[in-house]
């Protein structure tokens, strides 16, 4: 038995011997989809169990779904050395929903079978002659680096590099110049490494009980090898300074090892390090690949073996960024002769373009400042009870593509979050929620929304866009409602970092037409204000003239952009008017003000729904997006965001309007049709909204935190100004202690999250607009979208409930 353990997380949660204690966590986990999903591998977040990153109790955690165990395994995702996520193994009937407990073991964690591994076995006791090593035998090691005479067929590596497998499929690579990926096909679900190769090197060539290699590689990338692409050809990562490799995983879910690349030279790029993380997880036949340059590479690329007799077959790339694609083979292509099945697997944004060579067919991938993720497979018709055909090869790639793209909806409510945020909604509590996510902001965030800095949630250099206006004026807000100097300061220095001393706007771009940029004008306003600095005004008055030459359609509202012809979104909405409306008062006169306001009426006629009194997402004037009904042009669905984005933009206009213009008297009535249409499909138990508003019972609809959070904002401050009444007030507080209990997420560091966010919904490029669509954009945890409009939120409940 283990020695009791002391484990800091918050407000003192322990570990005290034996004693019967509280779940670190219980999570709720849905299948959302109408399929059932064997061995599917849920990822939780340490922090968001209570833990500290580092922390070693990590490794005794436990998984239990009622009274049994489930395989559940700690280890490090992101790849910087610290274990941070704990991946558990469930099975789910189509649309199932499991609650999971998960408890810090208290004597050795319930053991499971092993259904992978990796391995790396080198030789020891012998000697090099030259580039061979003679004699001596293998020993599998943690870790090696390859000597200088290491080179193809020394016999020093036992199968010549790392070997992993699932109960599936195994794979290895060569850890040398050739940088070839190779199969092991299996006929049993033992694992059989530990086996192979034992006896020389050629015997795994020939059929065996357990099955045989059966790739011919030759000088390709094999089956899913990466390299470097280069003038229209595959360059394998060959010239190097040595090679590592390193065992990190051999858990009950999933094994991982790290091969290295010391010294990467690539044509046309810097000498840098390459390093690539490689894991594969039990029932699984995917191979999953993260490459890390040291330095910005080149365009990597992942192929797979070209064979005569073999047909290529290519998934959909009219898809959403997100969604996942593929580049397949099958035919005759094992060395046996029989039918084997290759692919790989990647995100459509990853993807710059499916090409050949002469030995490859390839995916390139788009740089990336960070590197790159992808995933291969293999599925050999020997397989018992295995893929036999090419058409089940084809559908069982489309399924994959589909569940990797659609993931299993995950809310954790930890111990520790569900005591802190325990206890009634008053004014302070509200308040203290807020500023502790703004404290989390600032911590989290530092410098990586200004110019120039690398932005980790967006995995892109910092740029000029809505959601840099977005957040750093819910910053600014709640500066000036605490009067703390470190919120305001933040802020400023954000968006200042943008402006140029002759008020241009750095990666501002006003040729596109892109209404999204104009939405961090406000904050220009709020500085020239506060400053007297003449860069803001004047890059203020670049956004202005940017809408004096927007286009727009043929009854007066604004194109999304340029390359979005003829359509209104609600989201654009948000992004234009409020600035409009503000810039007009403050430098014009007020003499465009009626024209602003004039976008929500354009809505209303033709967005809102009069049945539910919602609003559909966008609409196409011209009725040639597919995904706008022929007759109206509208989209199918109401999107929670999208109204949120025209909620928030209904108040804050009004905000600035005077109370007895024609402008404000009809934005009232706007808002005061929306508000109960709103609160007809809040949830009545958890108080927020859904992703899809009235389809809450949907397969894979889901609480939603930004647009909760925005509708909290609309009524809350409806209520504050008098535009609401009274009445409304209980909907908007439901809806905050909702939000406090399902999104925000409490960490053992002080700092908070917020969880359930869908990362983005647009229309068009591959966005068909369909139920699945909207299921199928990665839901997260941080995205300014939804920590803007939470901050927000909960300035206005505080007020709200100070008030009464």
């Known amino acids: 038995m283990k020695p009791a353990i002391t484990l800091s997380i918050g407000l003192g949660l322990a570990v005290l011997g034996c004693a019967k204690q509280e779940p670190l966590a219980r999570v709720e986990v849905e299948n959302s989809t109408k399929t059932r999903r064997v061995d599917e591998v849920v990822d939780l977040r340490l922090v968001d169990l209570g833990l500290t990153l580092g922390d070693h109790a990590a490794e005794g955690l436990e998984a239990f779904v009622g009274d049994a165990p489930v395989p559940a395994q700690a280890w490090d995702r992101s790849g910087d050395g610290t274990a941070d996520t704990l991946s558990v193994l469930l099975d789910f009937k189509p649309v199932e929903q499991k609650s999971v407990r998960i408890e810090l073991a208290s004597e050795k964690p319930t053991g499971f079978e092993q259904r992978t591994q990796a391995e790396i076995s080198r030789k020891t006791g012998g000697q090099w002659e030259g580039r061979e090593y003679i004699g001596g035998q293998f020993e ?69 009980d357990w099955g045989m290699d059966i790739l011919k590689v030759g000088p390709s990338l094999g089956s899913g090898g990466y390299g470097l692409w280069v003038d229209g050809k595959a360059e394998r990562i060959s010239q190097t300074e040595k090679l590592g490799c390193e065992i990190l995983e051999n858990g009950p879910v999933l094994s991982q090892f790290r091969a290295t690349y010391h010294g990467w030279e690539g044509s046309n790029q810097p000498k840098m390090d390459l390093v690539a993380d490689f894991s594969i997880h039990a029932g699984s036949r995917l191979t999953w690949v993260r490459l890390r340059p040291s330095d910005q590479a080149g365009n990597l690329c992942a192929g797979l073996v070209k064979h005569e007799g073999t047909e290529l077959l290519k998934g959909s790339t009219d898809i959403t960024g997100e969604a996942f694609t593929y580049l397949a083979t099958w035919g005759a292509q094992s060395l046996d002769g029989s039918d084997l099945g290759m692919a790989i697997l990647l995100r459509n944004k990853d993807l710059d373009q499916f090409a050949e060579d002469e ?63 325990a206890g009634p909604l008053d004014a302070e509590k509200a308040l203290y929620w807020t500023k502790r996510m703004g404290d989390s902001i600032l911590k989290r965030r530092g410098d990586t929304l200004s110019l120039g800095e ?87 008055d670049h956004l202005r003239k940017q809408l004096e030459e927007h286009p727009r359609t043929k009854n007066g509202a604004f194109w999304h952009k340029k390359r979005y012809p003829w359509q209104v979104w609600l989201d654009g909405v948000y992004m234009g008017i409020p600035f409009m409306v503000g810039y007009e008062q403050v430098y014009n006169n007020s003499e465009h003000v009626a024209e602003a306001v004039h976008e929500f009426i354009v809505c209303e006629d033709e967005l809102r729904d009069p049945e539910t009194g919602l609003y559909w997402h966008a609409w196409d004037e011209s009725r040639q997006q597919d995904w706008a009904d022929p007759e109206t042009g509208r989209s199918a669905y109401f999107w929670g965001r999208g109204l949120g984005w025209f909620a928030m933009a209904l108040v804050d206009t009004l905000e600035m309007l005077p109370a007895e213009s024609e402008e404000a008297a009809e934005l009232l009535r706007i808002l005061n049709d929306l508000a109960p249409a709103l609160v007809k499909v809040q949830d009545p138990e958890k108080g927020v909204w859904y992703q899809i508003l009235d389809r809450p019972d949907s397969p894979g609809n889901y609480p939603e ?85 939470f901050l927000m939120a909960g300035l206005q409940i505080a007020e709200m409930l100070e008030e009464n």
């Not at 068009?764 to 920590?787: L, Q, T």
């Open 359 to 421: 030995h490859n067919d390839l995916a390139v991938f788009e740089k990336r400042v960070k590197g790159i993720e992808y995933a291969f497979l293999a599925a050999w018709s020997k397989e018992p009870g295995g893929i036999k055909t090419r058409d089940e090869f084809v559908a069982y790639l489309e399924k994959t593509a589909r569940e990797l793209t659609i993931t299993p909806r995950v809310t954790v409510y930890s111990s520790m979050g569900m005591s802190e945020k």
């Open 454 to 540: 690398y932005d980790p949630e967006a995995e892109r250099f910092a740029r000029w866009t809505y959601t840099t206006g977005l957040i750093s004026k819910a910053v600014h807000d709640l500066g000036e409602a605490t009067g703390e100097q470190s919120y305001l300061d933040w802020a400023e220095s954000v968006i200042s970092s943008y402006i140029k001393a002759d008020g241009e706007v750095e990666t501002y771009s006003f040729d596109s037409f892109n209404i999204d940029q104009i939405n961090s004008g406000k904050m220009l306003l709020e500085l020239h204000a506060a400053t007297g600095e003449e860069r803001y005004r004047i890059a203020a």
């Open 705 to 789: 935190s930004s647009a909760s959070s925005m509708f909290t904002y609309m009524l809350a401050k409806g209520v504050n100004h008098g535009w609401l009444d009274q009445s409304f007030e209980a909907a908007a507080e439901k809806a905050f202690s909702g939000m406090l209990k399902e999104f925000v997420r409490v960490h053992a560091d002080g700092t908070t999250s917020l969880d359930h966010l869908c990362r983005v919904a647009g229309l068009g490029f591959g966005r068909d607009g369909s139920y699945e669509y909207y299921m199928s954009e990665p839901v997260v945890a941080n995205d300014p979208k939804g920590i803007g409009p």
């Open 140 to 208: 599998n090691v943690q870790s090696m680096e390859t000597p200088p005479e290491h080179t193809d067929h020394s016999w020093f590596i036992r199968y010549e590099g790392p070997g992993w497998e699932s109960d599936k499929v195994g794979y290895r690579f060569y850890l040398d110049w050739r940088n070839g990926f190779d199969i092991f096909g299996k006929l049993t679900d033992e694992l059989v490494l530990q086996d192979v190769g034992q006896d020389g090197f050629d015997s795994y060539h020939e059929p065996a």
